[in-house]
């Protein structure tokens, strides 16, 4: 097969997007103070030490925005697209989880436009591969990479931080409840979402043999799998909790605990990271 197309390159990591849009939505029509604070940060979080700053500007943070359609203009009229300025308006209205939904959806977009990885995996009926599984499904639908292709690395890590694909021991775990939730304009009342969340603890309790504190990961993919005719997501699911923390339910109590170690996937509120939930009577 005529291999047409190749995955679009998305060098910034993902965890900095909503700092940088900030940043240049901050410094619009002064584009040196743009730049400098660019590189200011990204020197800050980076790993590898010193970073040249057209490196950080031209090669990683400008690059990313445009292929995702965060940014617009060039030279010194670069600004925010409105999908720019719409991450940021629900950032701060509606608070992370809100923003990494709304993220999705434009990833999503962009991967079904430019990057073709999630269509044509889901395509595949697979999903759990290996690199070397995924590179050749992505060649088989005319997608040209390889196991070491840096854009299909980096267009992986933005879809993992967005739940849409897991790693799991070396592979790639594809969330098709997730993308279809992503693309899905269902919503989930409250007292459906909680009426589902304790029949789900109490089903993950009773076969944890009775332990009363079940990890949130693993509750959040079962109530995700139980209104998957909803479209819901994980990020749903976690909007959903929180606002039932804060509003209590009237005969039970929902109690968050710290994990021993640190796990991945757990939830933090208030600065405070919790891992574990169990729900008592009132």
Sequence with gaps: MKLVSKVPSTKLSPEYFLPLLKIISKYEGSIEDMKENIHIFLTEVSKRGKRNQHNSVYAITFPTFKRLNLIEGEGKSIKLSQDGKTLIEVAEKEGETAYKKKLAKLVLRTDQEKAHVIDAVLSSGKEVLTIDDLVNVLKSSGIETNEKDDRLLKWLRIL???????????????????????????????????????????????????????????????????????????????????????????????????????????????????????????
């Design 160 to 282: 993992v931080y967005l739940d849409f694909i897991e790693r799991l021991d070396g592979k790639f775990k594809f969330n098709r409840l997730q993308v279809e939730g992503v693309k899905s304009e269902k919503n989930v009342s409250p007292p459906v979402f909680a009426d589902t969340l304790i029949e789900t603890y109490n089903k993950l309790k009773s076969e944890k043999m009775g332990s009363p504190y079940i990890p949130i990961p693993l509750i959040e993919k079962e109530v995700c799998k139980n209104l998957s005719e909803y479209g819901f997501t994980t990020f749903d699911f976690r909007e959903h909790l929180l606002k039932l923390k804060a509003q209590g339910l009237s005969d039970k109590k929902i109690i968050f605990t710290k994990p021993g170690a640190r796990e991945s996937g757990g939830l933090k509120i208030n600065n405070n990271y919790y891992y574990y939930i169990a729900i008592f009577e009132g």
